[in-house]
C-alpha cells in the first residue's frame, strides 16, 4: 500500500500558502462548498465532511471569516453550482493518478487537466482507468513528537487498521467512519496530529529510480496547483 507521501504535500501547501495564499484559499473554500452540498449541512457538528475540511482550511491558515463566508456561500440561495469532478490518468513511468476537483466549468477543467497531462508525457484516461486501483481510508498524520510508543498502541487498542512509522512520525489508518474516534483517542494521549483526512491510497505502488522522481513530481505539482484541483492522489511512491 503506498503512494505519493502526505507529509510531501503538507510541506508542498504550506510552500503555496506563502507564494499563492489567494489560490490556497479559494481551493479550500471549493472544498468546503463541496462539503456543504455532500453532507447536507452548514453545521460542521452533524456534517463530518464539512468540519474535516473546515479543521484542514484552519490548518492551514484560513482565517474563520473566510470559513464562515464559504460555508454561508455554498448553503446560500444563488450560491454557485460547484461540482465535485474526479479525473484519471497515468503519468510518466506508468504512474495512476486520480485527481479530485470541485469546479463550475467543466470544460475548463478537463482542458487544463488533459493539458498537464500532455505537458508531461501521460495522458488523461476514461473513467474507471486507474479508479480500481484507489482505496478510501482514513489517516491521521502523527508529528514526532512524544511518546509515540504509547500512542501507536493507543491507535491500534482503539480499531486503527494500519499504523505505520516514517521519518516525520506515525500515520494511522482508518475506515472513514472511525477517522474522528481514532483521531479523539490519540488527542487524548497526547498525539500532536499533523492532519487528518480522508484519503485514496493505492493499493499498487509505483516504484521509481531517482532519476524517474523529478518527472513524476513535475505533475504531480502542477496538478495540484490547478485552481480546480482540491486533491491529487498517485501510485507513485515520491
Do not use: C
Not at 126 to 131: D, L, N, R, T, Y
Not at 132 to 147: P, S
Not at 174 to 193: F, H, R, W
Amino acid at each position: 500500500m503506498s503512494g505519493h507521501s502526505k507529509w510531501s504535500q503538507i510541506k508542498r501547501t504550506k510552500g503555496v500558502l506563502d507564494q499563492k495564499r489567494g489560490l490556497l484559499f479559494s481551493k479550500l473554500g471549493k472544498k468546503i462548498s463541496i462539503a456543504v452540498k455532500e453532507g447536507g449541512s452548514s453545521d460542521p457538528v452533524g456534517n463530518y465532511k464539512l468540519k474535516s475540511a473546515v479543521e484542514y482550511s484552519k490548518a492551514q491558515g484560513m482565517p474563520n471569516d473566510n470559513i464562515e463566508r464559504a460555508i454561508k456561500a455554498a448553503s446560500g440561495a444563488g450560491a454557485a453550482v460547484i461540482k465535485e469532478v474526479i479525473y484519471e490518468g497515468y503519468g510518466p513511468f506508468g504512474t495512476a493518478f486520480l485527481i479530485e476537483t470541485a469546479t463550475d466549468n467543466t470544460n475548463r477543467t478537463s482542458n487544463n487537466i488533459k493539458h498537464i497531462f500532455s505537458k508531461h508525457a501521460g495522458n488523461m484516461g476514461a473513467q474507471g482507468s486507474v479508479a480500481w486501483q484507489f482505496n478510501t481510508k482514513g489517516q491521521i498524520l502523527v508529528e514526532r513528537d512524544g511518546n509515540l510508543s504509547a500512542i501507536e498502541l493507543a491507535a491500534i487498542d482503539a480499531g486503527a487498521d494500519d499504523v505505520r512509522v516514517s521519518d516525520e512520525g506515525l500515520e494511522v489508518y482508518t475506515k472513514t467512519q472511525d477517522l474522528q474516534k481514532i483521531k479523539d483517542v490519540l488527542q487524548k494521549a497526547g498525539a500532536k496530529i499533523a492532519q487528518a483526512d480522508i484519503i485514496k491510497e493505492s493499493s499498487q505502488g509505483t516504484d521509481l529510480t531517482e532519476a524517474q522522481k523529478p518527472k513524476v513530481d513535475a505533475l504531480f505539482a502542477e496538478l495540484e496547483n490547478d485552481e480546480d484541483v482540491i486533491a491529487v492522489h498517485t501510485s507513485a511512491n515520491l
